[in-house]
């Protein structure tokens, strides 16, 4: 039988490699990045100096000095992760989008993997990125448990194959 464009003769299966190659394309670790970032953000904006104080730190690390200086420079580092998240994550998708334009990232026998993983990832940063606060969340968790446990059914469906499936 003749190979395809992977190397890998027609009616074989994808390896789980490739099924997650497949399945993480450049804008799915831009939606990561982001939605890490504000989740990130957000507990420190939760948090308070008292609070912080009160953590366990590190063995190697030195005591707590001056909380509430260690509070709001851990919050502005925060707050610089998640804008520079944002811009990435808007860079991200304005360059995958401009090669798009001139190739096809979206090709051989898991295509549409492909083109599922491009549409999730785009849609997910768009929802983060957007000005519904219940999708941005939404999104965020989808993002951080959800894609996960997907990857994991996708695997365990792979092993399986076709004649485990139909039981």
Request: charged share 30%; hydrophobic share 45%; glycine share 4%.
């Amino acid at each position: 039988m003749p190979a395809d464009d992977t190397g890998r003769t027609a009616g074989t299966k994808a390896t789980a490699a490739e099924l997650m190659d497949a399945r993480r394309p450049s804008e799915r670790f831009a939606a990561l990045t982001l939605a890490a970032a504000q989740r990130d953000l957000r507990v420190a904006l939760a948090s308070n100096p008292e609070e912080m104080a009160g953590w366990a730190r590190h063995p190697e690390e030195p005591p707590w000095t001056d909380p509430v200086a260690e509070y709001v420079a851990w919050v502005v580092r925060m707050v610089e992760a998640e804008r520079h998240a944002r811009a990435g994550a808007v860079s991200s998708v304005r360059a995958c989008e401009d090669y798009d334009r001139s190739h096809d990232r979206a090709v051989g026998p898991l295509a549409a993997v492909i083109a599922a993983a491009i549409r999730r990832a785009r849609a997910a940063i768009s929802a983060i990125l957007g000005s519904n606060p219940v999708l941005a969340q939404r999104a965020r968790d989808d993002v951080l448990n959800g894609w996960p446990e997907d990857d994991r059914l996708a695997v365990l469906a792979l092993d399986a194959g076709p004649a485990e499936e139909a039981r």
